[in-house]
């Protein structure tokens, strides 16, 4: 699958330090729906819930 990142120009909030900001499309529940990424040292400025993935990849 594709995934095309995107520079977002959706506004952070206030008063965010930091302006990188990525967007993709990502699907829930056969919706789709934008969703924005920020570098994970700047993720936690506002105290709501973070989280990391990786894919491991199998041969």
């Given amino acids: 699958k594709n995934i095309q990142l995107k520079t977002a120009t959706s506004l952070l909030p206030t008063p965010w330090i930091g302006n990188e900001k990525f967007q993709v499309k990502a699907s829930s529940n ?14 936690s400025q506002t105290g709501g819930a ?3 993935w990786l894919n491991k990849r199998t041969k």
Avoid: G, Q, R, S
């Fill in 30 to 43: 056969n919706t789709d729906k934008n969703i924005i990424l920020v570098p994970y040292a700047d993720a």
């Fill in 50 to 52: 973070i989280a990391t």
